[in-house]
């Protein structure tokens, strides 16, 4: 893409009404757009960022057999008090229609709605397991809204709902979903930063897990075990000082902001909607469910937290909206590598604009692209390479950079 | 896919809580899910077919240089204000955030947010032409919500603006537009139902238009034109009685449903919002705008209201989750056929569920996908072909349903 198509502009100072530095990074690099505290609209190269985690996250949901469905974000009141859930969740943004009178919900979690949706389909022990899952923006009336991308009052999120027909079952499905979500931050760049957490499991389960991801600007406190790489959250840990693993004791409190949470949901749903099946013997039983959920949105704010420098973003390629960004220190100089580069599929931002080396150097630190490549006069054939996480400079020929 | 790993299940006989046919089909082939009025849920086949029609109309708007972009669907009450559209416009979902005690709006279109968002990435002429569109999830307190997916609370749309430094560059972009919009319909396999219908203008131009798709169940009257295959919409046809391209005075009333249509806004939202720009003289002027919407989920419904009879759902072969349908008269005959098909990259449902034939069939016929392919023991390596909209049968090899 030349940078000279791309309609949002960069800023060269922090906007004065944001506190969270990932909101600050992303607002002055033209990612995102803030509408109001909470509520962001996200621009081509945001956007673009947003798909490749969304990506990602579905071909792995995929392999782990989930099928991709979308359920409304207008719920019905009547599904949230069938859980009682209605008048205990606090974050639920209410309003009534004013033609049909209908009370409304705006989806937060869509337990209250993939379950008789599901039960609409299954009537048999042969229908199930069954696992469905959606990318949706969904809402939240959070009290607090200060933390950019990673509490919005509209953030986008993947959901998985699974239904089975016994514990082994969910045990099985819910080990797979571990292994999809580590291969899913493995895959983003953040495998390293990020560290399944013990949590509360409710009254089904001992634990749930979370997928937490290091970071200074994260809301939670978790206790870091160095002799396993698991972590336990602040609430378990009060109560068991140990780790849940290996028992060691003294773990290291560290800051880190929840990407992804797994949780043996059991027939909490399945039993308010009287989501039934036909087992084997005939005899009538309540499916056992799982729920999982990823931030996607919150993803985007907590990977800027966890990967920056005072000039800007740093994406990991996999997040990047673009892997290359190609500089030219003369107009035009460019133009020849950027066709043949595209040419063969690469990933490139080709910055073509009329302004001075300086800014454009400034914007590619600032918007974080892997790899940038400048070509000079002086240079001739010859590329220079930098990784935008290095200070080294190299110059390769076209060849090597086919290879990077 | 295999049919089996599909969790949605057909349904004999009609909802009972349906007035419309798209939905009464849709809901019983499996594409949707009913949450209840005006709200549905899209399982599996129905998503496919959405992104369907989603890929065919981003292709078009990419190409007529949109960027895509995404807003927020939780708008700030004052930017409603700031057009008066707060208090006249009666579709809006209006509700008060509990800690914020933010007024917002749920976004039914997108003026009040796409303007201060361009207009924050705009000084100079140089930075105009901009043309940005979003895929989005829309809601409107609709008064009567009966026609299925063709009038939902909450839908699917792509909404496109366009913003320009003078009348003339509209005026080519509206046009680009025109073309872009006819490429879609075409696509979609409903270029000959659909016409362009002229449409009030309101203040700054004479006529805006609409993409009208021709079908009893349409909610709209239109006045078709044989002799220029334009046509009128009602209310401008009550006041001029002729067709405005070719002063034809016999026009036929034909019912049709609104799939699309483009408006030149002029300055009516960049004086609101004070969107402006300097011009190469050094002056100050409003930007001139359009807007461009295409009703996804709409167009689901008007194509299935459009395309079916009394066995179930036609599909055009752009919109459709698969291209063919492969039945099999033995289970696990068509296993190698599906293997090889899907090996070379053909779109198959594979049906290799244990139920009768009959009802494959009849399955087949109510989710419509375009080709039915049939193995038997007796036709050996001969496979039966059936398109979904005739009633020929052809004996085939495999060698020519590939070219099919």
Known sequence: MKQSSLFSKTQKFNPQDEESLNAKLLLRAGYVYKIMAGVYSYLPLGLMALKNIENIIRKHMVAAGG?????SALHPKSAWEVTGRYDTLDVLFRFTSFYSRTDYVLGPTHEEIVTPLVKANVSSYRDLPISVFQFQWKFRDEKRAKSGLMRGRE??????????????????????????YTAVFQELGIGDKTVLTY??????????????????????????????????????????????????????????AEVGNIFKLGTKFSKAFEMKFKDQNGETKEAIMGCYGIGVSRLLGAIVEASHDDKGIILPEGVAPFKFHLIETKRGLGQELYEKMTGEGMSVLYDDRDVSAG???????????????????????????????????????YEDIRKL
């Not at 953030?155 to 999809?180: G, P, R, V, W």
């Not at 454009?360 to 390479?385: M, Q």
């Open 67 to 71: 099928s991709e469905i979308y359920m």
């Open 155 to 180: 953030f986008y999120m993947k959901d998985l709902y699974s239904f089975h027909t016994n514990q082994e079952d969910l045990d099985d499905y819910y080990e797979k979903m571990t292994k999809a």
């Open 199 to 256: 949590a509360s499991g409710g009254t089904f389960a001992k634990y749930s897990h979370e997928f937490q991801m290091i970071t200074d600007a994260g809301e939670d406190l978790i206790h870091l075990c160095e002799k396993c790489h698991v972590a336990v959250n602040d609430e378990i840990y009060e109560e068991q000082n140990t780790c849940p693993v290996c028992g060691e004791k003294n773990l290291q409190p560290i800051k880190a």
């Open 359 to 397: 800014e454009k150097f400034a914007d590619a630190d600032l918007l974080g692209l892997p790899i940038r490549l400048v070509v000079s006069e002086k240079l001739g054939d010859k590329i220079e390479v930098k990784r935008r996480a290095k200070e080294e400079l190299e110059i390769l020929n």
